[in-house]
């Protein structure tokens, strides 16, 4: 089942999952700071080991000031890392896309995959436009777009985290 909306505050009841299923988590925010190339190593460094440790997989998007990210888990793992974003003060105007059950993971080989502007602008020069537009107003096909860059990485054998 799948709860979309074009715009949604942050907060999530996660209590509405079966606890025994996957979960798929996605939405967009606005870097709150600069995000050089030392600070996105760093984010993606965090994301990884919390990741592993919490038994989540998923990608993240950055371009033009703006991250995307698909996650997946168990409900409770990703309550656990959707509080830590939330709080986390390098992102702002959190906009959910999409929160779903999936009976598989996507990236099960990833527990965060890092795409950069220069794979976006190769791979789906599309969803840099998106990125490039208020977060209030993404269209719904931003979704299915960041998907299929990632799905066609998975299938192309990528590894784990990496700056792309």
Known sequence: MIYMSNYEHSGIDFSQFPQDSLLELS???????DMGLLSLMNLLE??????????????????????GQI?????????TVWE?????????????????????RKFSNWSMKFFGSDEISRYVPEL???FEGPLDQLP???????????????EQGMGDASLA
């Open 140 to 154: 719904e096909e931003l979704l299915l777009l960041m998907r299929s860059i990632a799905t066609a990485q998975v």
């Open 84 to 104: 830590f974003i939330r709080k986390d003060r390098r992102h702002g105007e959190i906009q959910v896309l999409s929160k779903e059950t999936i009976q598989e």
């Open 128 to 130: 840099k436009t998106l």
């Open 71 to 79: 996650l997946e888990g168990f409900p409770k793992k990703i309550e």
């Open 27 to 33: 939405y967009v925010s606005r870097a709150t700071q």
């Open 46 to 67: 965090e994301a990884v080991n919390r990741n592993r440790e919490l038994g989540i997989t998923g990608v993240l998007y950055f371009d033009s000031g703006v991250f």
